[in-house]
């Protein structure tokens, strides 16, 4: 079994910063594409960003150029640095993760955190 934990969540003003964290823990032999999604209230769940484990990276429209996604594959770990925040940003923020345990590939979700942006 595998787990996705996300960590850095929280309240911030419009215009600020957040970093997000996901490390993945468990029976890992590697991870191909990491990812980030959200869920805003009322609305489906979207993507934010993916990297793939040779560090290509996608971004949706709403983020680019203020969002950042990286990844330690050392660490099993990836982040998503949110810069310029807007209130629409305000959603729970979930890791994702393609995971490969040697024998068998599955996709895993993390629990989600927090991010509200508002003055």
């Known amino acids: 079994q595998v787990h996705l934990v996300e960590s850095g969540g929280g309240l911030v003003q419009p215009g600020g910063s957040l970093r997000l964290s996901c490390a993945a823990s468990?029976?890992?032999?590697?991870?191909?594409?990491m990812g980030w999604y959200r869920q805003a209230p009322g609305k489906q769940r979207e993507l934010v960003a993916t990297?793939?484990?040779?560090?290509?990276?996608n971004y949706a429209d709403s983020v680019k150029g203020r969002f950042t996604i990286s990844r330690d594959n050392a660490k099993n770990t990836v982040y998503l640095q949110m810069n310029s925040l807007k209130p629409e940003d305000t959603a729970v923020y979930y890791c994702?993760?393609?995971?490969?345990?040697?024998?068998?590939?599955?996709?895993?979700w993390g629990q989600g955190t927090q991010v509200t942006v508002s003055s």
């Open positions: 994702n993760g393609d995971v490969d345990s040697g024998s068998y590939l599955s996709n895993y």
């Open positions: 468990g029976r890992i032999f590697s991870i191909l594409t």
């Open positions: 990297s793939t484990r040779g560090g290509s990276t």
